[in-house]
T-cell receptor, first 118, second 111 residues
C-alpha cells in the first residue's frame, strides 16, 4: 500500500528558532500534499496545500511567511515553522493522494510530528 | 472554503449496539465524502467513502448515507465491537482538490 513517512516525529525547540518537518511518499509520487494541524480536541485543520513545482496555497488565517512550504520533488514536501512560539506547539500531520489513485480520493497520512516550543 | 461540522464529539455505546456519527458541510459543490478512523497513536485511515451521485454505501458493519439537499452525511456502525473504539473523522472535498475534516468523534465501545 501507499506509505507516507514524516520526520521528525517529535521535536522540541526554543522560542524564536525555526523547525523543519519533512513529509515523504515512499512508494508513490504525489503532485499534491496536504499539511494539517491537529488540535488537542482532535480536529484536523487544513493549513495548506503543497504543490510540486509551484507555490503552496494556504488556507485563510494561516500565515504563509510563518509556515513555509516547499514541495521540491514528487516525493517530498517540507513544512518549516519559522520563528516558532509556544502557541505554535501542536501536532502537524501531512497527507498525500497517490497520482495513480486520484480517482479513489484516498489520502495516506504521515505519522505526524509533535512540535513543542519552549 | 468548505466548513464541515461533526457531531457528537464523544459517543459511548455498549458492545453490540449501533453508533451513528453525523456531519454537515457548507459547500454544495463538494462531491466526495470520506470517513477516516484514527486509533490512539496511529495515523488516520480511510474506512469508507461516498460520492455525491450515491445516496448510501455499505461495507459489512459500516455504512454511510448522504443527503445532498440537506448537505449532511452520516456514518453508521452496527454491532459495535471494542476494536471499533477510536476517533472518527468525516471529510468533504470537491474533486479531491482539498480535504476539509470535521472535528472528530471519539467513539468508546464498552465491553
Amino acid at each position: 500500500g501507499a506509505v507516507v513517512s514524516q520526520h521528525p516525529s517529535r521535536v522540541i525547540c526554543k522560542s524564536g528558532t525555526s523547525v523543519k518537518i519533512e513529509c515523504r511518499s515512499l512508494d508513490f509520487q504525489a503532485t499534491t500534499m496536504f499539511w494539517y494541524r491537529q488540535f488537542p480536541k482532535q480536529s484536523l485543520m487544513l493549513m495548506a496545500t503543497s504543490n510540486e513545482g509551484s507555490k503552496a496555497t494556504y488556507e485563510q488565517g494561516v500565515e504563509k511567511d510563518k509556515f513555509l512550504i516547499n514541495h521540491a520533488s514528487l516525493t517530498l514536501s517540507t513544512l518549516t515553522v519559522t520563528s516558532a512560539h509556544p502557541e505554535d506547539s501542536s501536532f502537524y500531520i501531512c497527507s498525500a493522494n497517490p497520482l495513480e489513485a486520484l480517482n479513489t480520493g484516498e489520502l495516506f497520512f504521515g505519522e505526524g510530528s509533535r512540535l513543542t516550543v519552549l | 472554503g468548505e466548513n464541515v461540522e461533526q457531531h457528537p464529539s464523544t459517543l459511548s455505546v455498549q458492545e453490540g449496539d449501533s453508533a451513528v456519527i453525523k456531519c454537515t458541510y457548507s459547500d454544495s459543490a463538494s462531491n466526495y465524502f470520506p470517513w477516516y478512523k484514527q486509533e490512539l497513536g496511529k495515523r488516520p485511515q480511510l474506512i469508507i467513502d461516498i460520492r455525491s451521485n450515491v445516496g448510501e454505501k455499505k461495507d459489512q458493519r459500516i455504512a454511510v448515507t448522504l443527503n445532498k439537499t440537506a448537505k449532511h452525511f452520516s456514518l453508521h456502525i452496527t454491532e459495535t465491537q471494542p476494536e471499533d473504539s477510536a476517533v472518527y473523522f468525516c471529510a468533504a472535498t470537491y474533486n479531491f482538490n482539498k480535504f476539509y475534516f470535521g472535528s472528530g468523534t471519539k467513539l468508546n465501545v464498552k465491553p
